[in-house]
Structure formats: C-alpha cells, structure tokens
C-alpha cells in the first residue's frame, strides 16, 4: 500500500513519545540509488503532530507526514510500536530503496516484515531551506553528543589503564620524637620548678651542738 499525507487530531506529545520509544526520531541514513547519493531521515513536526519521512540529495528534498491515526490504520495487528520500530530498524539497516519520478520520490522498504512504500513529496524552494537547516543543526548535535560521549569513554579507559599504587600503612616516626626530648634543656640542679629563677631553701637542720662536757 503507499502511504499519503494527512493531518491529525491526536495528542502530538503522546505520539511523539511512542516515536522516540521506537527509536524513529531523528534518524539518518545514506542510501545510494543508481549511482545517486541521498540521506533518508526523520523527524517531528511539533505544529501538526506529524513524524516526518523525507529524503535529500543535497540538493533537492522530498518528505510525507505521518499523524497518529495514519499510523493506527496502517499498523493494523502489529500495533503502532511494531509498526514503527520495523520501520526505523529498515532506515537504520539501509534496505531502502528510493524511485525517482518527475517531483515524486518513492521511498521502498524492502528489509520489513512486509513490503511499505511511501510516495514523497518534493518542497518548495521556501520549505526546503527550513527543512535544510533544521537537519544540519540535528546532524551538529548528534555529532556534539558522540564526541561527547567519546571523550568520557577515553577518559574512562585512561584511567583504568593507570597502575594502581596499593595502600601503605604510615608508622609514626620514633627517631623524631627521642631527638625532640634529647634537645629539651634540663632544669640545673637546685632551682624550683615552680620558679625556675629561684634556688630551692635547704630545709632546716636545726642548732648543732659541740661535744659535752665531761
């Protein structure tokens, strides 16, 4: 069956939520067709609820919205996680095949449980420039978050490949405390320790007395 566009009434945060569960945001792939170089991708229209399915040679654009309901009539027995994830694991495996005709693209997903085409629509001259810089500036976070991410991983294994210094018990330093006491000055013999200044009073002996006499 091929796939038109249409609008939705459905709750857009839902839908998109069930898309980024199924991984079907923000996808890009390049596929080459009779010698011709496109870049498959996705994306979310927030204004109309709309997952978005389009194809550039870097030139021209082509893309078809899906909305919510589109998905539900199409998914069928699959349910729309099913359906979506099989669409976004083909994207990502590259088994597409895009058809050229006059300002139509036929986008062909041959890696499905079953056969999917979706008819694309080529973009004005206006849209393409808004649809241009909205994939550049996805395309710049992506990378931003994989160098990112590959800055903590280089740094993870820095540090793991670091030889680990084992524990080491610290004894207190004996030497140091017997040069400490031997460099205390001592007290001189007769002076108090009250009043180091002073000499200690030699205690009363009382009054000597000569021999008696006989």
Known sequence: YTVRFSH?????SRFKGVLQAANGLELFREICTDGQRYICYTGFAESEGLWLIGATNGVDMWRVGLSEQDVKEYSQERGESGYLSDISHTLEAGEVQ??????KLTLCLRGASELLEFNLCELSAAERRAEMRTILFSLWQKLTTVQSSLKDCQ???????KPKIPDQVVFPDISLRSSKAAQRPKKPAGHSLVNPSSKRRKAA???VFGGEDS
């Open 8 to 12: 939705s009434t459905m709750s857009s």
């Open 98 to 103: 895009l058809l050229q005709s006059h300002s």
């Open 155 to 161: 740094k993870q294994l820095a540090d793991a490949q």
């Open 205 to 207: 002996t009382g009054v």
